[in-house]
T-cell receptor, first 113, second 114 residues
């Protein structure tokens, strides 16, 4: 059974700092890994999708890396802004079965002006 | 196509009432998933459809929950005799058939049982 863990559970940083969010998963047999953003009481916004054959993906100030063999991914946010405050969720799509997506519990980020 | 659509966005109901949620996936997507997210947690898998066939159900899906996907298009999730513990965000996702495909999520239905 796939298990996804995100560390830290919460993070508070001053505006302008660069930061790293961590995600680990137990079963390396995955098709892809996706990072989502979730604002309070809202749905999921997809940020980046990394296929299992890729090492990283970049979108603006965001960079996500994937090390499938060690079961780890990181989301790097450069020059953080108060608008980045949200919960960030990591999700992996497993091979076999019905390609279920398994989520971590998220990292709640607060960027202080 | 504007993506995965879920209705209603919010639902407040009294304990013991039945509720039904609807999900309209992206039109060409064969796969449809339902997830539940409680406060402070990540979404948890509930059930999966390939076309109209419900192929997997989580143990989280008690007998009070039923999901359908008639004709393999939209899906409904019904909760009977709601309990306060059913209060959560219910998320729907769809994806095309294939290996390295992305799952697209709707904005969710927030259920509050009072």
């Amino acid at each position: 059974k796939q298990e996804v863990t995100q560390i830290p559970a919460a993070l508070s940083v001053p505006e302008g700092e660069n930061l790293v969010l961590n995600c680990s998963f137990t079963d390396s047999a995955i098709y892809n890994l996706q990072w989502f953003r979730q604002d309070p009481g809202k749905g999921l916004t997809s940020l980046l999708l990394i296929q299992s054959s890729q090492r990283e993906q970049t979108s603006g100030r965001l960079n996500a890396s994937l090390d499938k063999s060690s079961g780890r991914s990181t989301l790097y946010i450069a020059a953080s802004q108060p608008g980045d405050s949200a919960t960030y969720l990591c999700a992996v799509k497993s091979q076999g079965g019905y390609q279920k997506v398994t989520f971590g519990t998220g990292t709640k980020l607060q960027v202080i002006p | 196509d504007t993506g995965v659509s879920q209705n209603p966005r919010h639902k407040i109901t009294k304990r013991g009432q039945n509720v039904t949620f609807r999900c309209d996936p992206i039109s060409e997507h064969n796969r449809l998933y339902w997830y539940r997210q409680t406060l402070g947690q990540g979404p948890e898998f509930l059930t999966y459809f390939q076309n109209e066939a419900q192929l997997e159900k989580s143990r989280l899906l008690s007998d009070r929950f039923s999901a359908e996907r008639p004709k393999g298009s939209f899906s409904t999730l019904e909760i009977q005799r709601t309990e306060q513990g059913d209060s959560a965000m219910y998320l729907c996702a769809s994806s095309p058939t294939g290996a390295n495909t992305e799952a697209f999520f709707g904005q969710g239905t927030r259920l509050t049982v009072v």
